[in-house]
């Protein structure tokens, strides 16, 4: 990492007196641009001719827009993506643009802003987004966050507008264009764009708006189901790469594992839509282990929950616990055959119409009756699961679904009637993902079972007259498992060189 500083002569410039006569002054601890310097670097370069490349999901983004506008008519929407946000002094980390925002525009460009307004002929949607900072402006050279030649281009208004198909305007117009429709009611999407935030008056709807954006994204559409789809493709690639590393992996750290699945997941697409979780041995009972620290075993089990995010930032959720050394023992296999047994009666009951609450019941159901018949559980399985006992829970906390889509844990500002008290639809998307964790020091737990976390986790769309596991082609029968792995060791592939 190169630091956006040239060794010139200090000038007599500061940010008080940010120009003279020779001299430019272009941020903190930089220090000022000689004026031959911005004409030396301004000139002379070739036109590059804009892309008339147009975005797949344009329609889609069009219906979505007009949806949300209809159940806002009359007043202004705003929504922005978010800005880079500091890493570590003057580097950021990747953006991401904010999920409310690319669902409405696709775009993933940080620091723009949508605005639907009313209008004669209906809403109209502008995109305010920064233009070029190319050679046309010293800001190429000198903007070490913004500038071309340190980050690369951006598309800029006039090819966003062909893009994203949808009017564009300047960033630096937005205040004026919201200045525009001071007379019509704003409601916004709060906390993405602090300086947004602070122009905009609080309204007592901006919640409703996030709220009504999450209920719309239940419901995926066909390119969003195609998305998903993908994502959960490339993932089935990612747990193929891991087992192929395996052999390699033992004796040395978790991280090797999730390095493996992050390098199939930048390949194929944007990034690993969350942290990964690599936990090996009795790392796998802790719920969300994302630190990756420990030693890989042979003899122990891996649980692997990752997905890849694609390019359109949907991201897979799935979750494989597989025998490090490519056989379950016993006491491995009794377990996971249990806890195997309770997702497909999870997965057994999405349908439409279906409480979503419908598959960790079922799940659960199993699961108690399992620990009990292992006399794990003391109580009768139906006195365990009753709401005022919970007693199952010592082993199994957390719940079996949550939605997915966008963010892994998708259409979070839902309401609950529409969400967790709510019955599911055609195009939900959806994990189911029991599992069943015996803590290493767990007395309750025969010795045989401590310190042994078995999750298994697919992502299901629920269809007109069902479901449908989008992440099948991964294998979840124990002898399958066994079968894939000795499979994929068996080829003739690189080990990835590790």
């Known amino acids: 990492m190169i630091e956006n500083i040239s060794a010139i002569p200090e000038p007599d410039v500061s940010k008080e007196n940010p120009v003279s006569e020779h001299w430019i002054w272009t941020g903190d601890h930089r220090p000022a641009v000689p004026r031959a310097l911005v004409e030396h670097m301004t000139k002379d370069w070739a036109t590059v001719a804009a892309s008339d490349d147009v975005h797949p999901a344009v329609t889609f983004c069009a219906t979505r827009r007009a949806r949300i506008a209809q159940e806002f008519s009359g007043r202004t929407i705003v929504v922005a993506t978010g800005n880079y946000k500091v890493r570590a002094n003057d580097t950021d980390y990747r953006f991401r643009a904010g999920t409310d925002f690319f669902y409405l525009t696709g775009c993933d460009e940080p620091d723009a802003v949508l605005v639907i ?72 999407v709060r906390g993405f764009d602090k300086k947004l935030d602070d122009c905009l008056e609080p309204n007592k709807d901006d919640r409703v708006l996030a709220t009504t954006l999450s209920e719309h994204r239940l419901v995926k559409d066909n390119f969003e189901i195609a998305q998903l789809q993908l994502a959960v493709d490339y993932t089935v690639k990612g747990f193929e790469d891991v087992v192929r590393a395996l052999p390699a992996a033992e004796g040395r750290g978790e991280r090797v594992i999730e390095g493996v ?13 969350y942290d990964t979780i690599a936990a090996s041995g009795s790392n796998a009972t802790v719920l969300h282990w994302t630190r990756n620290t420990g030693v890989v075993r042979r003899g122990d089990l891996l649980l692997l ?103 892994v844990h ?79 060791w068996n080829e003739a592939s690189p080990n990835l060189g590790l």
């Open 305 to 407: 929950d990752a997905g890849v995010e694609c390019d359109n930032l949907y991201t897979a959720d799935v979750t494989r616990t597989i025998p490090i050394s490519g056989k379950y023992s016993p006491a491995q296999r009794r377990i996971y055959e249990l806890v195997l047994a309770a997702q497909q009666a999870g997965i057994d009951v999405v349908e439409p119409g279906a409480t979503f609450k419908a598959p960790h019941e079922a799940a659960m159901k199993v699961l108690a009756q399992g620990l009990f018949d292992l006399g794990i559980l003391k109580e009768q399985p139906e006195v365990a699961l009753r709401p005022e006992n919970q007693l199952h829970r010592r082993y199994t906390l957390h719940g079996t679904s949550h939605m997915l889509g966008l963010d």
């Open 117 to 188: 307004a009313p209008g004669p002929d209906g809403p109209r949607a502008t995109l305010y987004i920064a233009d070029r900072r190319d050679q046309r402006t010293h800001e190429f050279f000198t903007d070490g966050r913004y500038g071309e030649l340190w980050v690369g281009a951006r598309r800029g208004v006039d090819e966003s507008a062909t893009y994203y198909d949808i009017d564009t305007a300047p960033l630096e117009s937005l205040e004026s264009g919201l200045g525009a429709l001071a007379t019509t009611e704003i409601v916004s």
């Open 261 to 273: 699945f992050h390098m199939r997941a930048r390949v194929e697409g944007n990034d690993t839509g």
């Open 410 to 488: 998708d259409c979070a500002n839902a309401r609950d009637e529409m969400y967790r008290d709510g019955v599911l639809e055609e195009g939900y998307v959806l994990t189911v993902e029991p599992g069943l964790y015996f803590q290493a020091n767990d007395l309750t737990v025969p010795e045989e079972y401590r310190g042994i976390g078995v999750r298994i986790e697919d992502d299901v769309l629920v269809t007109a007259t069902g479901s449908r596991n989008l992440s099948a082609a991964l294998p979840r029968d124990v002898d399958a498992i066994e079968a894939w792995m000795a499979g994929l």
